[in-house]
């Protein structure tokens, strides 16, 4: 006997708190997902062929390749480079840990760059004095989804000669003057974790104009079989005998049809998606930016920002202890903070192994004290976003009223 599913149209949170990020999925996504459980193929078919088709075009690029995650991704595109043991490879203080940590996989040393205090991404003049011989690969990160100064950083790339790797996880949909996010490297890789603009709940891409190193990256995610042989072993299309025909040591790094096809009707909606959290970023900019002790996201006048996160920045009035005192009260209020990011190289998986101490970023590490994180997400009603607002508000002046009575006493 068959069931009828009944759909839920919300697809909605249900307590009070006002979590920092909450994934927009709608009836499209959950039926996508139904009909690909019933068509009986579940890995290496057309979802993820047209979920690719769908981000190339996007990033304007000739193949995408679906990975099992963005990490995944800059794994693939640092081996596909060739880029391995005694080479270094420069990437940002300022950003998620994920784009060190592929540097270290490929047995690589990643050579940290300090940010600029405006656009929090690398500054140009500190790579340039970082480049040596050994430098194999520069990973360039959209931090917070912010493509500013990409176009020069590709060009200083191309004077090189080295590879510039666009880590553009956090920043699918933004745009540098006609430029989209994911065009600006040799190879660019997209993340989907649930708290992104679009979600596969777990999921990547790599996108790239260059035939060779898409056909690396498609062997590589899948066991090292050659790119011809690239369907399932259960798929009547594949010719007999090449499902076990390895060519390199590869890795499984597979996008599931299910997640492809969340992918796919997730980017349907990307416009719609982006604009509602464009709608939040601005709802708090122009609630916050008279507050003479917040800084809030400076945004150029050619950067179309396609918002992963919101986060402010405290005035110097405050310190490390304060931002966190206050994040505790915001989470004890039931408003979702974080302090995004704490500088990489003085992370302790890294802080020994590469004998880094404070002082050595400067920028990154003040950035880094004071930021705060805002809960950012499609469905964030102006009636949330200004109780966030109020008791950010109420935290910080809290803070300030007990430091300096705690000072006076
Ligand atoms: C800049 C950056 N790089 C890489 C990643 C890794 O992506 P994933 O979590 O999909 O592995 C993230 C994820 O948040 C990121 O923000």
Redesign the pocket.
């Known amino acids: 006997m068959s069931r009828t599913f009944t759909l839920s149209r919300t697809h909605r949170r249900v307590s009070n708190e006002i979590p920092l990020s909450y994934p927009d999925i709608d009836d499209t996504d959950v039926r996508g997902v139904i009909e690909t459980l019933r068509s009986g193929r579940l890995s290496l078919g057309p979802r993820l062929e047209e979920f690719e088709r769908l981000v190339a075009k996007r990033s304007e690029r000739t193949h995408g390749v679906g990975v099992s995650?963005?990490?995944?991704g800059?794994h693939l595109a640092l081996l596909a480079l060739g880029i391995g043991p005694d080479d270094e490879v420069i990437t940002p203080a300022f950003?998620?840990i994920?784009?060190a940590n592929c540097i270290h996989y490929v047995g690589a040393t990643p050579v940290f760059v300090d940010c600029d205090p405006r656009s929090l991404n690398m500054t140009l003049r500190e790579i340039e004095r970082k480049i040596t011989d050994k430098t194999k690969a520069i990973i360039g990160?959209e931090?917070f989804g912010n493509p500013a100064h990409m176009l020069e950083l590709s060009q200083l790339a191309n004077r090189y000669e080295i590879p510039l790797i666009e880590?553009a996880?956090?920043g699918l949909g933004g745009r540098l003057g006609r430029d989209p996010i994911g065009k600006f490297g040799r190879v660019a890789?997209f993340?989907?974790?649930p708290?992104?603009q679009i979600t596969t709940g777990?999921?990547?891409m790599i996108v790239t104009d260059d035939d060779n190193l898409a056909n690396q990256c498609r062997s590589l995610r899948n066991q090292g079989r050659a790119v011809e042989n690239q369907s399932d072993v259960d798929n009547p299309e594949a010719e007999l005998g090449t499902w076990f025909s390895h060519t390199c040591i590869g890795y499984n790094y597979r996008l599931s049809e299910l997640h492809a096809s969340l992918g796919i009707t997730q980017m349907n909606r990307l416009d719609e998606l982006i604009e509602q959290r464009q709608r939040v970023a601005e709802t708090y900019t122009r609630r916050l930016s008279g507050n003479p002790d917040i800084i809030v996201p400076t945004i150029e006048p050619d950067v179309f920002m396609s918002w992963f996160v919101y986060v402010i920045r405290l005035s110097d009035r405050f310190t490390e202890d304060d931002r966190n005192t206050i994040i505790e009260g915001l989470r004890r209020h039931e408003v979702g903070a974080a302090a995004y990011f704490p500088p990489i190289p003085l992370l302790p998986a890294y802080r020994e192994k590469f004998n880094h101490k404070p002082g050595d970023f400067p920028v990154a590490e003040s950035v880094a004290e004071r930021t705060i994180a805002l809960p950012m997400f499609t469905r964030l009603t102006d009636r949330e976003i200004d109780l966030v607002c109020q008791t950010l508000e109420l935290m910080m002046q809290r803070q300030t009223f007990t430091r300096s009575a705690v000072g006076e006493g």
């Not at 995650?69 to 995944?72: C, F, R, V």
Request: with cysteine; glycine share 18%.
């Open positions: 995650s963005g990490t995944a800059l950003s998620f994920a784009s990160v931090v880590d996880c956090e890789i993340g989907f974790y708290n992104k777990e999921g990547g």
